[in-house]
């Protein structure tokens, strides 16, 4: 590489007056809209925004970018979790009293369609039901080019006691910070690219061999590796271990990594793990992925750990499960997530692709 990653560089980006808290939910989000911003750190790394808010509603937007993309060229299904989590939490966070935080506890994601590069992905999240303690929403990601849905999902958000002692709310009509402008962005430059490999490699290799010269540096990584600091580290028979860098660049409006960029990485993990059993010329798809969190990661630039395995493979399906671990080796989330053997299909899968649970032999 001539240029350091982008995870690497001098982080952009803020976060609201610690003061907006002290406003009920939808009064403190319709004063980011009307201010356009401040921006966090993720929202300049990928673009992911909120877009509007109502009365138990929330939209937002993700450009996929060529940043996003895997080694297949696709925008992963645990990436997509960075948009939904947006949703999500707005949506449930429209119906919070004055002074309430909340926390995702849970995420679950069921993939339809391949997410391509090219357009900006949106997606409707609405709140279910938001109690003293518990907050339920839903999220549809929709790629505008086709009107077609990609992802169904859903969340349990854990509403938090009432914060005291804040500061008064900021005046209303102030502007948002300067950096809320700051262009070119991350995710608007010009991504790497040779992260995404032809299709004659994955002909040639099964997906251990293609994992194991990536992490031997004979074959590169893909773009959203470079763009996070995403690694994979290891990887076994039905066994893969990724890393990633906590850093500020993947922070959510809260000051901490945002639930959407960890399912990310415990979704690559599995996914990795599946493809170490698949075949030359066999694509894999990720079909689900359900996420547990355990403890909140602070930006402190100490590594997180991915360690994924399979615990079943079938003729079409395979189910994995993956521990997310900080620094100190402590569980920081628990996934599960399942994927589909395609043999003679495009790593890139075709445009007729549609992802569903197949039917497989249950003992493999």
Same mark, same amino acid.
């Given at each position: 590489?001539?240029?350091?990653?982008?995870?690497?560089?001098?982080?952009?980006?803020?976060?609201?007056?610690?003061?907006?808290?002290?406003?009920?939910?939808?009064?403190?989000?319709?004063?980011?809209?009307?201010?356009?911003?401040?921006?966090?750190?993720?929202?300049?790394?990928?673009?992911?925004?909120?877009?509007?808010?109502?009365?138990?509603?929330?939209?937002?937007?993700?450009?996929?970018?060529?940043?996003?993309? %895997?080694?297949?060229?696709?925008?992963?299904?645990?990436?997509?979790?960075?948009?939904?989590?947006?949703?999500?939490?707005?949506?449930?966070?429209?119906?919070? +009293?004055?002074?309430?935080?909340?926390?995702?506890?849970?995420?679950?994601?069921?993939?339809?369609?391949? &997410?391509?590069?090219?357009?900006?992905?949106?997606?409707?999240?609405?709140?279910?039901?938001?109690?003293?303690?518990?907050?339920?929403?839903? !999220?549809?990601?929709?790629?505008?080019?086709?009107?077609?849905?990609?992802?169904?999902?859903?969340?349990?958000?854990?509403?938090?006691?009432?914060?005291?002692?804040?500061?008064? &709310?900021?005046?209303?009509?102030?502007?948002?910070?300067?950096?809320?402008?700051? !262009?070119?962005?991350?995710?608007?430059? +010009?991504? +790497?690219?040779?992260?995404?490999?032809?299709?004659?490699?994955?002909?040639?290799?099964?997906?251990?061999?293609?994992?194991?010269?990536?992490?031997?540096?004979?074959?590169?990584?893909?773009?959203?590796?470079?763009?996070?600091?995403?690694?994979?580290?290891?990887?076994?028979?039905?066994?893969?271990?990724?890393?990633?860098?906590?850093?500020?660049?993947?922070?959510?409006?809260?000051?901490?990594?945002?639930?959407?960029?960890?399912?990310?990485?415990?979704?690559?993990?599995?996914?990795?793990? !599946?493809?170490?059993?698949?075949?030359?010329?066999?694509?894999?798809?990720?079909?689900?992925?359900?996420? %547990?969190?355990?403890?909140?990661?602070?930006?402190?630039? %100490?590594?997180?750990?991915?360690?994924?395995?399979?615990?079943?493979?079938?003729?079409?399906?395979?189910?994995?499960?993956?521990?997310?671990? %900080?620094?100190?080796?402590?569980?920081?989330?628990?996934?599960?997530?399942?994927?589909?053997?395609?043999?003679?299909?495009?790593?890139?899968?075709?445009?007729?692709?549609?992802?569903?649970?197949?039917?497989?032999?249950?003992?493999?």
């Amino acid at each position: 590489m001539d240029r350091p990653p982008v995870w690497r560089e001098p982080v952009v980006g803020s976060y609201p007056d610690p003061g907006v808290l002290a406003l009920p939910g939808r009064e403190r989000l319709d004063l980011w809209m009307r201010r356009g911003g401040p921006l966090p750190p993720l929202t300049h790394l990928t673009g992911a925004r909120p877009t509007s808010i109502g009365d138990g509603t929330a939209d937002a937007e993700m450009p996929a970018s060529a940043w996003l993309v %895997n080694s297949a060229g696709l925008v992963g299904g645990g990436t997509l979790a960075m948009l939904a989590d947006i949703v999500f939490g707005c949506s449930v966070e429209t119906q919070l +009293p004055e002074a309430t935080p909340y926390t995702t506890a849970e995420l679950s994601l069921t993939f339809l369609r391949p &997410a391509r590069p090219g357009a900006t992905l949106t997606a409707h999240g609405q709140a279910i039901h938001v109690g003293r303690r518990l907050g339920l929403s839903e !999220a549809f990601l929709i790629d505008p080019r086709d009107e077609r849905l990609l992802a169904h999902g859903t969340s349990r958000l854990a509403v938090l006691p009432p914060v005291d002692g804040l500061p008064a &709310a900021p005046d209303q009509d102030l502007p948002a910070p300067a950096d809320a402008d700051r !262009a070119p962005r991350p995710f608007e430059r +010009p991504a +790497p690219r040779d992260g995404v490999l032809p299709q004659r490699v994955w002909d040639e290799l099964s997906g251990r061999e293609v994992l194991e010269r990536q992490i031997a540096g004979g074959l590169p990584p893909p773009p959203i590796h470079e763009l996070t600091g995403l690694a994979l580290v290891e990887v076994g028979d039905g066994e893969a271990t990724m890393a990633m860098p906590a850093t500020e660049w993947l922070n959510s409006p809260t000051g901490r990594m945002q639930g959407g960029a960890i399912a990310m990485l415990a979704d690559t993990a599995m996914l990795s793990a !599946a493809v170490t059993t698949a075949g030359a010329a066999t694509a894999v798809a990720g079909l689900d992925l359900k996420v %547990n969190y355990l403890r909140p990661v602070h930006a402190d630039g %100490n590594e997180l750990r991915a360690h994924a395995s399979l615990l079943h493979a079938g003729r079409t399906l395979a189910i994995c499960r993956a521990r997310v671990e %900080n620094q100190d080796g402590k569980p920081v989330a628990l996934a599960t997530g399942s994927a589909m053997y395609l043999p003679h299909t495009p790593a890139a899968l075709g445009p007729e692709v549609e992802l569903s649970s197949p039917d497989d032999d249950p003992v493999g």
